[in-house]
């Protein structure tokens, strides 16, 4: 269960591997952001996709559409329970993205309303609908960061 972050100072680590399932899904306990590296590239466990989903409470389907994830493929992803490495990515992206905001906001609750909503400084887009690209991405933690430091967004 994600620890909300005035209880608890998480690392970023920790939480990102909270997200995606932790030991029981990743297979390993994170000790860096170098150990998601040959996790990604070897493509994550399809339930690091179920697990971030649920703790985040959003539907595998909306999350797809946002990180623009073929339904066809992960069908078949689902199948063989690995995601492919531009699937992992993404989701990593999404665990970051989502485990930032719980930090900054305060909790996971926040951080879903948050990632979900239509935001004026990304142009109107949500932020999950952001990470699909390095620069989306960017944007968005660029957007966490100015809320952090009470910077107008």
Same mark, same amino acid.
């Given at each position: 269960?994600? %620890?909300?972050?005035? $209880?608890? $100072?998480?690392?970023? %680590? #920790? /939480? *990102?591997?909270?997200?995606?399932?932790?030991?029981?899904?990743?297979? /390993?306990k994170l000790e860096s952001r170098l150990d @998601? %590296?040959?996790?990604? $590239?070897?493509? @994550?466990?399809?339930? &690091? @996709? #179920?697990?971030?989903? &649920?703790?985040?409470?959003?539907s595998i389907e909306s999350a797809t559409t946002a990180l623009q994830l073929a339904r066809r493929t992960l069908a078949r992803r689902k199948e063989t329970n690995r995601l492919g490495g531009q699937e992992s990515e993404r989701i990593v992206r999404l665990a970051d993205v989502a485990a930032r905001a719980v930090? *900054?906001? =305060?909790?996971? #609750?926040?951080?879903?309303?948050?990632?979900?909503?239509?935001? $004026?400084?990304?142009?109107?887009?949500?932020?999950?609908?952001?990470?699909?690209?390095?620069? =989306? &991405? /960017?944007?968005?933690e660029e957007l966490l960061l100015r809320i952090e430091h009470d910077v107008y967004s």
């Amino acid at each position: 269960m994600l %620890i909300c972050a005035k $209880r608890h $100072r998480m690392s970023d %680590i #920790e /939480r *990102v591997s909270d997200l995606l399932g932790g030991r029981k899904v990743l297979g /390993r306990k994170l000790e860096s952001r170098l150990d @998601l %590296i040959p996790l990604v $590239r070897a493509g @994550l466990p399809y339930k &690091a @996709l #179920e697990s971030v989903t &649920a703790k985040l409470n959003i539907s595998i389907e909306s999350a797809t559409t946002a990180l623009q994830l073929a339904r066809r493929t992960l069908a078949r992803r689902k199948e063989t329970n690995r995601l492919g490495g531009q699937e992992s990515e993404r989701i990593v992206r999404l665990a970051d993205v989502a485990a930032r905001a719980v930090s *900054v906001l =305060g909790s996971v #609750e926040k951080a879903t309303q948050w990632v979900t909503a239509n935001n $004026r400084a990304l142009g109107g887009a949500t932020p999950i609908s952001m990470l699909d690209t390095d620069v =989306g &991405a /960017r944007a968005t933690e660029e957007l966490l960061l100015r809320i952090e430091h009470d910077v107008y967004s």
